[in-house]
């Protein structure tokens, strides 16, 4: 088998995975408030998540 003949560098391994922070996370709307939020995490407007209170959120 091939093996690399020498070892690839922290900058360099960093500079190949520095494209993936370049995408937009998806976002969804909360079927609670209707905000956007990211899939499978927990909405920061109502604090709802899969249909149940998880956080508490302070009224303004």
């Known amino acids: 088998m091939a093996l690399p003949k020498?070892?690839?560098?922290?900058?360099?391994?960093?500079?190949?995975?520095?494209?993936?922070?370049l995408t937009i996370p998806n976002?969804?709307?909360?079927?609670e408030?209707?905000?956007m939020k990211r899939s499978h995490v927990v909405c920061p407007h109502c604090g709802m998540y899969k249909g149940r209170?998880?956080?508490e959120i302070k009224e303004k």
């Open 6 to 21: 020498r070892r690839t560098s922290k900058s360099r391994r960093n500079m190949r995975r520095s494209h993936h922070a």
């Open 27 to 31: 976002l969804s709307p909360c079927p």
């Open 33 to 35: 408030c209707g905000e």
């Open 53 to 55: 209170q998880v956080i």
